[in-house]
């Protein structure tokens, strides 16, 4: 049912320098955000508005048609007219040649069944022609890597960093919180896709590319419903050759949900028992919410995997260590016991009181007199392959005494094989969150999130060993 | 075997004025946190440091000996001696009369054998002569509500603010972050405690105490191990009584965390599957991360107690209204149907495609033209108790046109006699924080987080619509 692309088309539909915006006016928000966006991607290409009344819109010389449009340089167009007349600037935007085309408006599969209908006509035509369409009722995509965008949103927040993170979403509005997050917490992103009803292009084609696009580094999905699992096999596998996760939340656990998923883009939201098990045999990491989500994406790309399932936990609290150890069993996380030697190794550093286990607690002195040692200790291991330890935060630049403390452990994390987490102890500031990122270091901020994020980068990495082994993916 | 103390007794203990303070000295850093915490919480008592080789100890005059102290004026004591002088100085203090004493000092159950056996000296010797001891192993108290003050720790961050929420804590450092964290979110402090090894007070008499102290609403606690489960019951059911709700982590549901607390403060800590089921019939909160618990703090703290287990959620995103659905159902959140008369009048308001319903998705234009309208509405419902709606979060003051829309909004707001939350659409500023607190509104800004308090926060709820009919706790 569902047609198949060549990548080198997906890779030009995404890389346009000639953009037609047909129903293009001063009123429109959707024109007036795909501006604003696409200055803030430092788009370098050119923009022809289509308004039958109009010489310029928003200070942009505008075409009275599709006909009026230059000959030959436009490769793509925006259509942000109303549902009943969109079908036949299609048609004409065919006849210029031009088909890869965004579909903004709503009114489709939707509304009920006459908008299905509108929809299917248009999925013939397209497929019939050839043409690539997005949408329709989506927002749209952004290219930070390649600094160009056709987004029409208005809440994606911050400014753009090219990345590697890809992000592809169902829903509009909340893939624009997804963004906006990423980009607070200093996450790039590669490609930022609403795919809306896929009446043409499916979110199954938008992984496809991301997968071997050359920027991205993990993927993310905010997913109503999947129209093409075969498809979406083929992807998880060519991801998982290529190290890439496919983070999603899948919403429709609930019936709530799935009534939710059909009246907002007509998607089917599947039987979610059925997906679960597919997400795990194919190494898909299903979240809950977005700031698991993005918390996820963080330590995928902020950390190299670690080559085992033992996590080594230290902190300067007994009671933080029963804490932790609780919510590592919640998340299934390994906490495996030290070597004798590292015991007694900690020993020697530890009041004669601490008893060195994982969680280990450090105590007030230890803390103090040898966190560098004693992180060396615990990376020493063998049966630690991701190590978390505590820091404290500087508050600001005029820090001293915690920068020093902070600048000695950091030399040291840098030298590490393993990856290294940071748990701060104290609150964070925006300016703590600079340094460390500056530095390269990975935070949680949130123990209870931030240990879901490890739970899933340690489960990952075990299917991605057991994946090279067979290189398959076996039910 | 466990004592019992009179309701004035432990008052007086929480309120001393002139607080001796034995093994003080310049280079001790308890003492030093002592004095600056006393100072934050504007503690107008006297201090008396008492140190054998000292005229003077960061300023404050000290005294050679207990004997020196000035006669009948102390009414509190803080041990900060190592543990094998401190019985004898227990036994000295008694003798001056001294009968409140807080024990800073380790070296005791934590240990193992030989502090186990000091600490069951110290215990005896304090039951026989009626001495009120907090500690060992502990940090002490902040009783903020009083301006009082004689807590050795120095993590605690923030403005110190007395208000309406007690802590009991069975870990310093632990209890120190959820102090931080809930100064940051603005909730004021009544009581602050960290109760160490309980060798004479424990976690249950604390809490004994805070349900009744006149200015606690809202009791935390942070729990290795309850020693005392008879008091633990009177006191949840004197709590549900005056609809104080306790809202614990209690760590051990892991192997781990077990060991954790036994090396930590030898608490034990309990068969956990009984204790949940305890929890639950005793109407006490159990929470998994100090994330959860200072969430769970702040809409009970926020927001008047719902009549019904009924949530109404309204928001502008279709993708948004799935992913709260789903979470609604893993937290137990009732998601009623509206009403027809709701839909009918929803409907009118709406697009034509919009489909009312629960959650909400009121689509832009929605948005645009009539929030105060939509959610009057859905607070007409009879079905909803409490509304989740959405609202655009002001950046800065600065910011006209959301603050106008804020306080349209706001207005309304404060007028329905049915609880609301905001969770605000766009990354939150502390500008936003600030201006939403000042207005009394309560917002959640992590969807997930914020989701689980009002799953705590409606079942609580609905606990005490139970107890009040029955007025008594049933197996």
Same mark, same amino acid.
């Given at each position: 049912m569902n047609s198949s692309y060549r990548a080198d088309q997906i890779k030009c539909f995404f890389a346009p320098r000639h953009i037609a915006v047909v129903g293009a006016s001063g009123k429109n928000l959707w024109f007036r955000n795909m501006l604003d966006n696409a200055r803030r991607a430092r788009f370098e290409g050119s923009i022809y508005p289509v308004n039958p009344r109009a010489d310029e819109v928003r200070g942009v010389k505008a075409y009275r048609s599709i006909a009026d449009l230059p000959a030959s340089t436009i490769d793509f167009a925006v259509v942000i007219l109303k549902s009943s007349i969109v079908l036949d600037a299609v048609k004409e935007l065919y006849g210029r040649g031009i088909k890869n085309i965004l579909l903004v408006s709503s009114g489709y599969a939707e509304t009920g069944e006459e908008g299905t209908k509108k929809q299917i006509q248009l999925q013939q035509y397209c497929r019939d022609h050839g043409i690539l369409l997005m949408g329709p009722n989506c927002l749209g995509f952004m290219n930070m890597a390649e600094n160009i965008s056709?987004?029409?949103?208005?809440?994606?927040?911050?400014?753009?960093?090219?990345?590697?993170?890809?992000?592809?979403?169902?829903s509009g509005a909340t893939t624009e919180i997804i963004a906006s997050s990423l980009l607070k917490n200093s996450l790039g992103i590669s490609l930022f896709v609403t795919t809306g009803n896929e009446a043409v292009l499916t979110v199954e084609d938008y992984m496809e590319h991301l997968v071997s696009d050359g920027q991205t580094r993990v993927i993310l999905g905010f997913i109503e419903g999947f129209r093409n699992i075969p498809k979406l096999k083929k992807v998880a596998l060519e991801a998982a050759k290529n190290k890439i996760p496919i983070i999603v939340i899948k919403v429709g656990r609930s019936v709530k949900a799935v009534k939710a998923a059909s009246s907002h883009t007509g998607a089917l939201a599947g039987n979610d028992g059925v997906l679960d098990g597919f997400f795990r045999q194919y190494g898909i990491i299903r979240v809950d919410s977005i700031e698991d989500m993005v918390e996820t994406a963080r330590i995928f790309?902020?950390?190299?995997?670690?080559?085992?399932?033992?996590?080594?936990?230290?902190?300067?609290?007994?009671?933080?260590?029963?804490?932790?150890? =609780? &919510?590592?069993?919640?998340?299934? /996380?390994?906490?495996?016991?030290?070597? %004798?030697?590292? +015991?007694?190794?900690?020993?020697?550093?530890?009041?004669?009181?601490?008893?060195?286990?994982?969680?280990?607690?450090?105590?007030?002195?230890?803390?103090?007199?040898?966190?560098?040692?004693?992180?060396?200790?615990?990376?020493?291991?063998?049966?630690? =392959? &991701?190590?978390?330890?505590?820091? /404290?935060?500087?508050?600001?630049?005029? %820090?001293?005494? +915690?920068?020093?403390?902070?600048d000695m452990l950091i030399s040291k994390f840098t030298d590490y094989s393993k990856p290294l987490v940071i748990i701060p102890f104290k609150e964070m500031t925006d300016y703590a969150r600079s340094y460390y990122h500056e530095n390269g270091l990975y935070f949680i901020e949130q123990p209870q999130t931030g240990l879901k994020a490890i739970a899933h980068f340690m489960k990952y990495a075990g299917f991605l060993r057991k994946f090279e082994q067979n290189n398959d993916i076996r039910g």
């Open positions: 056709v987004f029409t949103g208005g809440a994606v927040e911050g400014t753009f960093i090219p990345g590697a993170v890809g992000v592809v979403g169902q790309t902020r950390l190299p995997l670690p080559e085992g399932n033992g996590l080594g936990i230290c902190t300067l609290s007994g009671g933080l260590c029963g804490l932790y150890a =609780d &919510l590592c069993e919640q998340y299934g /996380i390994s906490l495996p016991s030290l070597e %004798d030697s590292t +015991i007694k190794r900690l020993e020697q550093m530890l009041p004669d009181f601490a008893r060195p286990d994982n969680p280990l607690d450090v105590t007030g002195s230890g803390f103090q007199s040898g966190m560098d040692t004693i992180n060396d200790i615990l990376m020493d291991d063998c049966n630690i =392959d &991701l190590l978390a330890t505590l820091s /404290i935060a500087p508050k600001d630049s005029d %820090d001293v005494l +915690i920068h020093a403390f902070n």
